[in-house]
């Protein structure tokens, strides 16, 4: 079996900063690309942003510049830090990790149960 849990939410306030970190855990060969999204209240989930295994990135427009995703292969863990965060970036943020079980085969998607980002003043 495959875990993956974030860690690291809170409550921050306008132009602050915070770190979400999200680590697999359990019995797989590798991990491809790890992802984060969010979902605010009403709306769909969205794509944050993406690291893949080599460390390419890519970023949603409303968080380049604030967001930086960076990942430790050795520790299968994937981090988000958040710089000059808005209140439109208040989510529950979601980790998913494209998991390869056993070598050769395909990859698989493991979501955690997210972690609640709030910013409020």
């Known amino acids: 079996q495959v875990q993956v849990v974030e860690s690291g939410g809170g409550l921050v306030q306008p132009g602050g900063s915070l770190g979400l970190s999200c680590a697999a855990s359990?019995?797989?060969?590798?991990?491809?690309?790890m992802d984060w999204y969010r979902q605010a209240p009403g709306k769909q989930r969205e794509l944050v942003a993406t690291?893949?295994?080599?460390?390419?990135?890519t970023y949603a427009d409303s968080v380049k510049g604030r967001f930086t995703i960076s990942r430790d292969n050795a520790k299968n863990t994937v981090y988000l830090q958040m710089n000059s965060l808005k209140p439109e970036d208040t989510a529950v943020y979601y980790c998913?990790?494209?998991?390869?079980?056993?070598?050769?085969?395909?990859?698989?998607?493991?979501w955690g149960q997210g972690t609640q980002v709030t910013v409020s003043s």
């Open positions: 998913k990790a494209a998991v390869i079980r056993v070598r050769f085969m395909g990859e698989s998607d493991y």
């Open positions: 359990g019995n797989f060969f590798s991990i491809n690309a």
């Open positions: 690291i893949t295994r080599g460390g390419g990135t």
